[in-house]
């Protein structure tokens, strides 16, 4: 295997997890405030709309909308048989679509989901994902939310 081909495995398994959430993907396609009583749809679909496995969203958008974006970085030699990273979930989304039926805001749901998926996770890498950090985020002026990233280890 390459030095990198776990890198883009892990990806893959990234965003297998979160399309396997129901609540995540309502959370991302619907702007309702109780997005979890709305229909089940194909949660692929929001594969590059709303869910993007990389940090940026090409173009622009005209709707109110709700993202997530990955990104696989920081890749650093730890011993020298190792090498470990951070991946990093940015959630935001348009100051009108905050508040949620939930008790809590809805990057915050959504941050508190991810978390549960991916926090001391195996199959990334080698051992458990490791909470990193978590802090807020302004897009622009009108769309806001927070990171939240994990450490990985692999072989180098």
């Known amino acids: ?11 893959t398994t ?10 995540i993907m309502k959370a991302l396609k619907y702007n309702e405030l109780n997005f979890l009583e709305q ?3 194909d949660n692929a679909s929001l594969l590059y709309s709303s869910l993007f ?5 090409p173009g622009t958008s005209d709707q109110k909308k709700t993202y997530i974006t990955i990104s696989f970085g920081k890749y650093r030699p730890t011993k020298t048989s190792f090498k470990s990273g951070l991946i990093t979930f940015s959630v935001f989304t348009h100051q009108d679509l905050f508040r949620t039926a939930y008790g809590c805001l809805r990057t915050d749901y959504i941050i508190t ?7 001391e996770a195996e199959g990334l890498g080698v051992g458990k994902a490791e909470f990193y950090d978590m802090d ?8 806001h939310g927070s990171y939240i990233s994990y450490k990985v ?3 180098n």
């Open 1 to 11: 295997m390459s030095r990198f081909e776990s890198i883009a495995r892990d990806k």
């Open 14 to 23: 990234v965003i297998d997890k979160i399309l396997s959430s129901n609540e």
């Open 39 to 41: 229909p089940d749809f």
């Open 53 to 57: 496995p990389h940090r940026f969203i």
């Open 113 to 119: 989901k991810l978390d549960e998926i991916f926090n």
């Open 136 to 143: 807020a985020l302004s897009m622009n002026p009108d769309y």
């Open 153 to 155: 280890c692999d072989f």
